[in-house]
């Protein structure tokens, strides 16, 4: 069953580690338990990523996240887990973040670019998910004055400021 499932991939997260998690998420790619349920693992264990190693491959897990959040975003998704599916891309994020600097790592810089579109009027229909985003946001400008400075390039106090204003009946932003 569907919960059940869920909990199955959290715990093999929990007892196997990511690289599993993600086997059977590529193996069964249109069933939403397998989907739901990694993506809370994947959330909870790129915070516990400590090795270089699995460092190193956290550029290509946030592309993957990325493709299935796109693919959420269509008219037919899959699976329906965008808010999941953006905790997981937030996670990744916020690991990363102290690791990178604008350009050096495509992925990240194709994540924040994704979570600022978020904020556009347009992207504002999901308040939780903005929220998500906006919070990420948040941590990549501590982490570097490099990555402050990249985000006020491209205008990100401006999009914040009208994000506030357009939904301004959500307390929380």
Do not use: N, Y
């Not at 249109?30 to 990523?49: C, F, N």
Request: hydrophobic share 40%; glycine share 8%.
């Amino acid at each position: 069953g569907g919960e059940t499932g869920e909990l199955a991939m959290r715990t093999l997260g929990q007892l196997a580690g990511l690289d599993p998690v993600l086997e059977a998420m590529a193996a069964a790619p249109g069933r939403a338990e397998v989907i739901k349920g990694g993506l809370d693992a994947i959330a909870e264990l790129v915070s516990h990523v400590t090795t270089p190693d699995d460092m190193r491959r956290l550029p290509a897990l946030l592309g993957d996240l990325l493709t299935l959040r796109a693919q959420m975003d269509s008219s037919c998704p899959p699976v329906r887990c965008r808010r999941r599916c953006t905790i997981a891309v937030c996670s990744t994020v916020a690991c990363l973040a102290p690791h990178v600097v604008p350009r050096q790592c495509p992925e990240f810089d194709r994540a924040v670019e994704v979570l600022l579109r978020s904020l556009c009027p347009d992207g504002l229909e999901d308040v939780e998910v903005a929220e998500l985003g906006i919070e990420a946001l948040g941590r990549v400008a501590l982490t570097s004055d490099k990555w402050r400075e990249a985000m006020r390039h491209v205008g990100t106090p401006q999009l914040l400021s009208e994000a506030i204003r357009s939904i301004s009946g959500h307390r929380r932003l």
